[in-house]
């Protein structure tokens, strides 16, 4: 006759056998458990006092040190309300700029998410591996621009907006509204994006009849090809039916449908309104909001290498609001960023970006509020900390620029800077600027950054990211490859 025992009455027949002297291990094997779950079941009858010890319980720790604070979770909801469009990775950034210890891991970030029904739950897509992902290596030398349609007026008027972005930074350089992107409006918002940032080297566009008459009726180029060509820019087009290669610009796209679109649809009386509101948000994607795909760093910091507004030449026809002569801003003052990414001014620091370290800056102090530039574009911006014997002084006038520091003594080599101002050193391409193409530039190691000068100034300092191994190689030949001359001069 087989009888049934509970849960709790086993447990106590074992404790049982092992006090009347069986060995743990026999008894551990007849009751097919473990050894250590038997040393379990004599401490929970010996601690608790009998039967109650043996019964199930939660194995829910009491604490759990590493779980998120309700402060800092009602922190994410906040952030997600008052953002619809940022995801745990973005919220993640915002609490490590807010000094937030300890920082809370992404997943944490989800789930608390999920508590409060601020996110859908669902099975994450697994990203495709077939994709080939390529990326330029420097800013200015490719843009991909396009037209994002589906942005109404208050009345219901269909509103366009001409998109462009720097391939390799993903800094906005255009983002145009019109209420027809037809082919005039689209190439002067191209002619004023190359007046503010410069001409880059080439442009990447969809086969858009806009953009070229490849599968037009005519014969001839559109006006868009036509500015490229007499400002050197190489027009690049996609194959037919082949989103992918413009995408960052539909990404671009997505992500100002979601955190810009769905709070501006149908709000705005007027293009003007509407442009004034997305000219906003293009500085804090460019400026504050951190890029995923960049390291979790704002596109600005990347884009370093801008070329100097002017160089477009004049087409017929087409203008600009803004025309071709930049507004006068307040005289300012020259700032070298030091490593760390800061800058002094009147014995305050403020933060620029550490992949500005070493190279200059312009500030500009206006009503209170600083603003740093970097190649005419602005990098940061803050609130000018005065000291408490400083507030009752007239604003000081404008200081004069600082002269370039002297360049550090060390082991130099000279190197010919190629038509983009670049210079090769074992294996690796640093940037001197334009301004400096076919030009010698004498490169010093100091310390773990490599220095690029010229007549004993300091022009540019990167950090060293060629291969250490080869710089004897490089060494080897101080003065660099001797330049051939013209024979037929």
């Not at 094997?29 to 038997?38: D, N």
């Not at 937030?100 to 891991?105: A, D, M, Q, R, S």
């Not at 972005?165 to 992107?181: G, L, M, T």
Request: aromatic share 6%; net charge positive.
């Amino acid at each position: 006759m087989l009888v049934e025992l509970d849960v709790v009455e086993q447990r106590y027949r074992a404790v049982l056998e092992v006090l009347d002297g069986a060995s743990v291990t026999d008894v551990a094997r007849r009751y097919s458990v473990a050894r250590q779950t038997v040393h379990g079941w004599l401490r929970r009858y010996g601690g608790a006092g009998g039967l109650s010890g043996l019964a199930d319980r939660s194995s829910r720790p009491n604490s759990c040190p590493h779980q998120m604070s309700a402060a800092v979770e009602a922190t994410v909801v906040a952030m997600r309300r008052e953002h619809p469009g940022w995801g745990p990775a973005t919220i993640l950034w915002h609490l490590q700029r807010q000094g937030v210890e300890p920082l809370p891991g992404r997943s944490s970030v989800h789930r608390a998410l999920l508590r409060h029904g601020l996110v859908d739950a669902r099975k994450r897509r697994r990203r495709r591996e077939d994709y080939r992902r390529w990326e330029r290596e420097r800013s200015m030398e490719l843009w991909q621009m396009d037209v994002m349609g589906r942005l109404f007026l208050s009345e219901g008027t269909e509103t366009k907006v001409i998109t462009g972005i720097d391939d390799h930074s993903r800094f906005v350089v255009c983002a145009k509204v019109v209420v027809r992107a037809t082919a005039r409006p689209v190439c002067e918002a191209l002619v004023e994006s190359w007046r503010v940032h410069g001409v880059p080297e080439a442009i990447l566009t969809d086969n858009g009849k806009v953009f070229t008459g490849r599968f037009g009726r005519g014969a001839g180029e559109v006006l868009f090809d036509r500015i490229c060509r007499e400002n050197g820019v190489r027009h690049l087009l996609t194959a037919p039916r082949s989103p992918t290669t413009t995408g960052k610009i539909e990404r671009f796209h997505k992500t100002l449908r979601k955190e810009f679109a769905l709070a501006h649809d149908r709000v705005h009386g007027s293009v003007e309104e509407l442009q004034e509101a997305l000219d906003g948000w293009v500085r804090e994607y460019n400026t504050a909001r951190p890029h995923q795909s960049i390291g979790a760093r704002p596109p600005v910091e990347r884009f370093t290498v801008a070329a100097r507004p002017g160089r477009v030449v004049e087409v017929p026809g087409i203008t600009t609001a803004g025309g071709p002569v930049p507004a006068r801003r307040p005289g300012g003052v020259s700032r070298w960023v030091d490593p760390a990414g800061h800058i002094s001014l009147a014995s305050f620091r403020y933060f620029v970006g550490a992949s500005f370290a070493g190279q200059p800056v312009e500030v500009v102090v206006t009503d209170g509020v600083v603003q740093v530039l970097h190649a005419g574009v602005l990098v940061a911006t803050h609130a000018q900390r005065l000291k408490p014997d400083h507030h009752d002084r007239r604003p000081h006038r404008a200081l004069t620029t600082a002269r370039a520091r002297e360049a550090t003594t060390g082991l130099t080599v000279t190197r010919i800077a190629d038509n983009s101002g670049n210079v090769s050193f074992a294996g690796a391409s640093y940037g001197a600027g334009r301004r400096f193409a076919r030009q010698n530039i004498d490169v010093t190691i100091v310390a773990a950054s490599m220095q690029l000068s010229q007549g004993g100034k300091v022009i540019r300092v990167h950090p060293i990211r060629h291969d250490r191994s080869r710089e004897l190689g490089a060494f080897a030949n101080p003065k660099g490859r001797p330049r051939r001359k013209n024979q037929s001069a």
